[in-house]
């Protein structure tokens, strides 16, 4: 989105079109094997309200990456460390004083990171707050929901349904989108090549499975510190970034990756 000047919004809707094909594929077998759980209207509700989410951070971090580099996206999220566990705390009554320990360094850690940055003048402090606004909010309340919303989800069959009516969900929401933009569902000007087309095949896939881990360590009241591993995965991205993207990587970069790497062996 951010090399290519792609939408966001015709990014999604494309994403979200493959993954639900290729989910529909799973459930048709799925189906055959392991009844389908009880649909009930507070069933209905909860997936409703976790795909909205789900969806809104999906278009929050489009909104980031047209902006600012992979390693300044991960330094954002990472900023929500600080704030999830308490948000946590008020919707499920759970804490956790060491894993809270654990945020406050990896927050303070970043922050240094931001200073040293700001000092060498290759970030603007200005410009992160005002994007940290839009994605920093949306994580949090996606936390803080999520053990709520997916309470029951205990056994990996009612996991893997969850996680497909999520990718339903996410999907009606794009199409809507979409349909909202461009006053129907053609793209103009859309040239799908067989690397674009790879690409969107790839990240369809992605999506399930990132959805489907997403779903497994938010379960749960402590997903607190289930949080710091989420938030740092991404920073194995950037060094992806520097080969595929050509977004150079400093010596910085690679010392907080480090740094936060062994942060979260620590807390495991």
């Not at 094909?21 to 209905?44: D, E, M, Q, R, W």
């Not at 999907?171 to 969107?200: A, E, R, S, V």
Request: aromatic share 12%; glycine share 4%; charged share 10%.
């Amino acid at each position: 989105m951010g090399y290519r000047h792609q939408s966001s919004i015709n990014v999604n809707f494309l994403n979200n079109l493959c993954s639900t094909a290729l989910v529909t594929i799973f459930l048709i077998g799925l189906l055959n094997k392991f009844p389908a759980p009880k649909i009930t209207g507070n069933y209905v509700i909860r997936i409703i309200i976790y795909g909205l989410l789900a969806q809104l951070v999906a278009y929050g971090y489009s909104y980031v990456f047209k902006r600012v580099t992979i390693m300044q996206s991960i330094v954002l999220s990472k900023m929500t460390d600080l704030f999830i566990p308490l948000a946590i705390f008020l919707t499920m009554g759970y804490f956790n004083k060491s894993s809270y320990l654990i945020s406050i360094v990896s927050t303070i850690i970043v922050v240094c990171y931001i200073i040293f940055k700001q000092r060498h003048s290759q970030m603007n402090v200005a410009i992160l707050l005002k994007i940290f606004m839009v994605i920093g909010p949306l994580l949090i309340v996606q936390a803080a929901l999520s053990p709520l919303l997916t309470k029951g989800v205990i056994r990996l069959v009612d996991l893997v349904y969850f996680t497909i009516a999520t990718i339903y969900i996410r999907c009606i929401i794009t199409i809507i989108t979409f349909w909202i933009k461009h006053h129907g569902l053609k793209i103009k000007d859309l040239k799908i090549n067989k690397q674009i087309f790879w690409i969107y095949g790839a990240r369809a896939v992605l999506t399930i499975l990132a959805q489907a881990t997403y779903t497994l360590a938010t379960s749960s009241p402590n997903s607190g510190i289930a949080w710091i591993f989420l938030n740092m995965t991404n920073l194995y991205s950037v060094i992806f970034g520097s080969f595929a993207l050509k977004e150079k990587v400093h010596i910085s970069d690679i010392l907080l990756i480090i740094c936060i790497f062994g942060l979260a062996l620590i807390s495991k």
